[in-house]
């Protein structure tokens, strides 16, 4: 994708643009910040987490026609990664038009925008291969991202119980998914 600037709304200005195998120290290093602001409450992304060796993160974060990997940079700074991947990628017998995704922003960074922004970047992308319905799957105490979300007009479709065990509690996870 084509990358692009737009302005936060405490006045700065940060890129958003797709990850490239050169962004792998940036990236393990957001990483490693990500899972230490935001705990494992909220997303997969806990602290201790295993980062990603550099073959693992060329498969993960490498070009291919059914994802695209994209970080917002403030300077030469990661401050938040998302994801699309199509779910199931057409083959001989069905197309598949359901794609998930995944976003994140560093905590001193949110409430600026760019969450919103990374969602419009994500559903232009859905849109330009394809998609029909992009999908989230939400802990449901993570009040935030189903703001955002439902702000973007995602509906909740469903939800997933006892998705995750966490310091003691089952957390259920909610369906969130947009038709295109
Ligand atoms: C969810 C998350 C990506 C939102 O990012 P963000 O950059 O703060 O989002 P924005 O600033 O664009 O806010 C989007 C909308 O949600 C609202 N919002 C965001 N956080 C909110 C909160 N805690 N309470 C109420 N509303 C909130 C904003 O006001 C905004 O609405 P507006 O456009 O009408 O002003 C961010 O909080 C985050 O990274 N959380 C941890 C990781 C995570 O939960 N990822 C999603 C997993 S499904």
Redesign the pocket.
Known sequence: MRSVKFKL?NGKTVIIRSIQESDYDTVVEYLEKFSHD?GAV??TMYPGRKKPSKEEFIKKYGTDENKLNIAVWDDKKIV?IAMISKERPDNLYYKGRTAGI????LHE??????????LDTLEKWAKENGVKTIK????HK????I??CI?HGFIITGICYNAVYINGKWIHEYIAQKEL
């Open positions: 709304k935001i909220q997303t938040g995944g976003l994140s922003v960074y949110t409430y600026n925008g760019i969450g919103g922004k990374i989230a799957e939400i802990r993570n009040i935030p991202s703001i955002n702000k």
